[in-house]
C-alpha cells in the first residue's frame, strides 16, 4: 500500500576523527541510533575499535565452530 513512497535512512555528518570511512559517500556515515552526535570523538574511536576487536573475535569463533563441524578434532583426537 506504501508504493512509491521511499522510507529514510539515518545519515549523519561524520565526526573530523572518522572522515573517509562512510563508504561510498565519504562525508555521511549510517547512524540509525545517532550515536555520533552526542558523545565525543574519544568515545566513538573507542567504540569503534571494540567493534573491530568483537568482530575479529567472532570470525574466529565461526572459523573453530566450522572446524569442529567438519569432524576435526586435532587436541580431542590426540588424547
Known amino acids: ?26 562525508d555521511a556515515c549510517w547512524d540509525p541510533a545517532g550515536l555520533t ?6 568515545t566513538i574511536l573507542q567504540w569503534r575499535s571494540a567493534e573491530l576487536k568483537h568482530g575479529r573475535v567472532a ?8 572446524h569442529t563441524a567438519a569432524g576435526l578434532h586435532p587436541i580431542g583426537d590426540a588424547a
Request: with cysteine.
Open 1 to 26: 500500500a506504501a508504493h512509491g513512497k521511499q522510507q529514510a535512512v539515518a545519515v549523519c555528518a561524520l565526526p573530523k576523527s572518522l572522515e573517509g570511512t562512510g563508504g561510498p559517500f565519504s
Open 37 to 42: 552526535k552526542s558523545n565525543s570523538e574519544e
Open 59 to 66: 570470525m574466529l569463533a565461526c572459523g573453530g565452530w566450522f
